[in-house]
């Protein structure tokens, strides 16, 4: 890899490896870049010399460590703006749901989408056809339940990133792929369209290569947590749950608990 690479003129989205299986995701335009969830500095910190880059701002979608933990060193090297949820020390610049913020540097813009249920304050940013949705929608999947939040919540966040058009690029933030559509064909063994997209992922798997963005209408056709009024999946969560489950939320609810111990 050459040290100083040709400037970017056009917005590329790069996905940078942190830790065992998280991206963060860099935005990059006119020789600048904005960072989405930086768990660790070091790898932005390499980007950015490999590519002649000048860090613009960094974006937060909530306050887990392997998420936030390289903002403090990154700011040493570059002080810029940190936008994200309020309660997150870190932040400089809160944002909350319907905000539309610029991106410096990289002539682009944010609107924040507020989406709980991973975490209580967690959000997403949508820039154009781009969302970045740190751990709520993974392809395939979606987050934990790991704060005070429902799963009620979460099936909402859901269901409203669902209502975005269906070209919309996926950018979450770990490389859980594979094994979400394990579990998806255990709750969905008929569907062809994940047949597909599980032989999909594994050859870019296979040639080393991520698995993400993934597109919203990939995540309708395949991912159980978009798709719980399917009547296979509700049966198939009955089925497990030995219980009928009275609505799509409820279905959802005992999908999480399932995947949790699968
Ligand atoms: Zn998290």
Redesign the pocket.
Known sequence: MPIHAPRMSTMQIVPLSAFRDNYIWAMTAHGQCVIVDPGEAEPVLRFLLQHDLRLAAILIT???N??IGGVADLLEAWPVPVFGPALIALVTNPVKANDCIDLPGIDARASVMEVPG??EE?IAFCCGEHLFC??TLFAGGC?RL?GSSTAAELHASLQRIATLPESTQIYC?HEYTLGNLRFAQAVEPENEALKTRIAHCNALRASGLPTLPSRLGDELATNPFLRTEEPDIRNAAERHAGAPLGSPAAVFAALRAWKDTF
């Open positions: 909530h306050r887990h392997d998420h991973h975490t967690h740190g751990d987050g790991l933030a």
